[in-house]
């Protein structure tokens, strides 16, 4: 069991983004979470939303989507209606950072939310690469 989990986790290493790997400024903030009954509380959300430098509304929709499930936002944690181990909130606060947060071009966290010519786009700050924002579904 823990072997395999060891082996998850270094298949998902694998598959990051080169410049993710080596970048020495910024790493994906990690979930501190607790299951109470059949829930999972997030405890640092709004920490993670700002080392994401991402409004926490957003960061928390993709979520919800991402795991199918309801939650609530509340203050500073989440509140998810489901028992979920921590690897798994992980995986997808790694899979937003690389959705909303990296540049594809430059791998760096350094880009906004803009629009060009009415178009919703994420933009670079370092490289100037953008690509179309893709909305959560
Ligand atoms: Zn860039």
Not at 97 to 108: F, R, T
Request: charged content about 30%.
């Amino acid at each position: 069991m823990e072997y395999n989990y060891v082996k998850l986790l270094d298949r998902a290493w694998e598959h990051l983004p080169e410049g993710l790997k080596s970048h020495d400024r910024f790493s994906i903030p990690q979930a501190n979470t607790f299951i109470e009954g059949n829930q999972t509380i997030i405890k640092n959300f709004s920490e993670i939303a700002d080392l994401l430098g991402r409004d926490p509304k957003h960061v928390f929709t993709f979520l919800l989507k991402e795991l199918a499930a309801p939650g609530t936002l509340d203050g500073s944690r989440v509140v998810i209606q489901r028992a979920l181990r921590k690897h798994v909130i992980d995986q997808k606060i790694e899979a937003y950072a690389v959705e909303y947060v990296l540049c594809q071009e430059c791998k760096k966290p350094d880009t906004k939310f803009t629009e060009l010519e009415g178009q919703r786009i994420i933009k670079c700050a370092a490289c100037g690469g953008w690509r179309p924002l893709r909305k959560i579904k």
